[in-house]
């Protein structure tokens, strides 16, 4: 694992990971219509022939450099409670690591 591939598409972002030209990861950004440089962070999802392997938290990571270089402020989706549990932490990280503004519909961080 060691692409990555930003393209968009009418107010989406898309954020993939490869493995040689297997698409093995994939993180959605949707446009928020109602505020300037809003992005919510609609899913990632990873084939899951390679869960396990940090994919998912690499296209976090990539998903916030990414966002610190566009100027973009993050807005998480609703998860599942276990989702969340599982991505709370990381997304709070990236957000301090990165200086990106998060906006948490569970909490505000």
Known sequence: LASYVHGSKEGLVYIAAFDGDQIIGLQELQKDP???NVYWMTFTEVDS????QRVASKLKEETYRLAKERGYVL???SYTEAGWERLR???ARLAEKYGV???DRQRRI
Request: aromatic letters at 0%; proline letters at 0%; glycine letters at 6%.
């Open 101 to 103: 503004k998060l906006i």
């Open 34 to 36: 109602n505020q300037e």
């Open 49 to 52: 022939d390679h869960r396990g």
């Open 75 to 77: 807005e998480e989706s």
């Open 89 to 91: 932490d990381l997304n």
